[in-house]
């Protein structure tokens, strides 16, 4: 018996083809069990073809079976099965797929589902097993042969006995090591949940023989073993049936189910797509964010599969990270089984896929939002955060897809409101979209800043996470109206005269800001008179882009960035303080100074901003009152 090379051949394409194709050693049973339902397929599909309507798919089966002493797992099908010549072609060359081959003959004929593509799925074997034997009998044939190889080394076709047409794959496994543990293979409760999480939806019953125990009657405590016949696998996935034929307790029990959340989704999206990518899906929106959502631990990504077989538990290239949110699957039959995390990045139909998953979402979402106001913002609060991070990250490369999503507290409304909901409430004669960065809503209230806007009966939005004014940036305007901020230095609220008039006022008393400013010592960029105070005496504003608020989130980060607004006292003119100001301009110039500290710290505590000298506050305080 004369040994063959292969004639893709050598060691090294061998194990380079197993090393990188392949990241987990468990997937050669996926590969296998893909094989035998190829190989059943391609027999109904004949027996169809050729008249024979005695065959039906309930009467076809796949059989696993392991032998602990042996050392052995078999894989056994009914299929369509090889002779020598097949054998020759499909196993004796490396990345030859005979699967292939069928689908391109029978493309356009219907009730075809042939998995395999690449033809490298079967070498996966050697991954655990040092031999592999290949018994096979072809329909229609009185001859049955054995396709045998310990590797890259070559292989042997002898002759056999075989009673029925099909194949049946026989894994001698490798003996364990320091880093390896192949007896894992022969433990049915681990091949068991091998073929659960890979194989569930293969359409044939996969089959094997169960160790089970039972009471023995009359004598308690002792029990009997015994096996029983198990199939292992559902076969029917739930993504390929209508939704009409779905219940709401069918989508929640299999969400609970297959993604191990013990609260039903707050929106399923489940579709069937023909055309350039064809595909179904299934995709949940959790009810609520999983404690390790917003923290590095978290990974995204959705269930990858091919024709019913599972190829990526976590596929990342899904889902961008605006949307990680999302759970669920895809499953394409034009993606191969045979295909690495970095071949994924490349796949042209998963790019497709994945755009297309980016709009459908963002239509589901805008839905919710007009029909389903509530579970909307119910949603939103485990989420908006990060919608505002998608606008704020890649320098806003995705804030079309979500500005439209995203909400905040409205001043009037006092509720959440979207920035469309904002821009249709806006005055004839209003300029901007108005808002205020703070800690809390509470906060926000007392703002000096505010006040004068609500007299106007100006919206204001409500900003207290702290990437919302950062997303505002990046947006910059919204249908053509520009963001401002309370704080920044213009507000567009006064008229020609009214600024002229402030600026004249503003020339008198020159004098008295430029003492306050030295006071400071460079604390502030400017002191000036208040065009947005109404019964404050001081705030803070800024010129520039950088808030009051950004000042405090930035310089909270790890880096020590020392990031300085460009902070302007303002100074109210209709109020007493002014007065008392402009009092002692005449006769104690050294009083302003103090009370320029006085009001600079009071101003910063309104902001909720940390004062470097508690200490020389309070005694400047003490002084006054003395």
Known sequence: MKKKAFKAESKRLLDLMINSIYTHKEIFLRELISNASDATDKLYYNALKSGNTGLSRESLCIDIAIDKEKRTLSIKDNGCGMNTDELEKNLGTIAKSGSLAF????????DIDIIGQFGVGFYSSFMVSKTVKVFSKAVDSQEAFCWESNGADGYTITPCEKDTNG??????LKDNTEDENYDEYLDEHKIKSITKKYSDYIRYPIKMEIEKQK?????????????????LNSMVPIWRKKSSELTDEDYNNFYKDKFFDYE?????????????????????????????????????????????????DKCADLLPDHFSFVKGLVDSQDLSLNISREMLQHDRQLKIIS???????KSELLKMLSNEREKYEQFYKSFGLQLKYGVYNDFGMHKDILQDLIMFHSSSENKLVTLAEYISRMKEEQKFVYYVSGESIAKIE???QIELLKDKGYEVLYMTDDIDEFAIKILRNYKEKDFKSISEGDLGLETEEEKK?????????????????????????????????????????????????????LNQMPNDQSIKAEKVLEINANHEIFNKLCGLLANDKDKIKTYAEILYTQALLIEGLSVEDPVAYSNAVCNLML
Not at 167 to 172: F, G, H, K, N, R
Not at 355 to 361: G, P, Q, S, V
Request: proline share 4%; net charge negative.
């Open 103 to 110: 689908k391109k003959e029978n493309e356009k004929k219907e």
């Open 167 to 172: 194949t049946e794959v026989i894994l001698y």
């Open 215 to 231: 009471p023995v009657e009359g004598k308690e405590g002792e029990f009997e073993t015994y096996k029983e016949i198990e199939t």
């Open 264 to 312: 039903s989704p707050l929106k399923v999206i489940h579709s069937s797509i023909e055309g350039t990518a064809t595909y179904n899906m299934m995709l949940f929106i959790p009810s609520k964010a999983p404690y390790n959502y917003y923290s590095k631990e978290f990974e995204k990504g959705l269930q990858l599969y091919s024709n019913g077989v599972l190829i990526m």
């Open 355 to 361: 755009t297309n998953l980016e709009k459908k979402i």
């Open 446 to 448: 007392h703002l000096p």
């Open 501 to 553: 008039e402030m600026a004249q006022k503003s020339e008198d008393n020159k004098e008295l800001f430029d003492i306050m400013k030295e006071a400071l010592n460079g604390k502030v960029k400017e002191v000036r008179l208040s065009t947005r105070l109404k019964s404050h005496p001081v705030c803070l504003s800024v010129d520039g882009q950088i808030s009051l608020e950004m000042e405090k989130v």
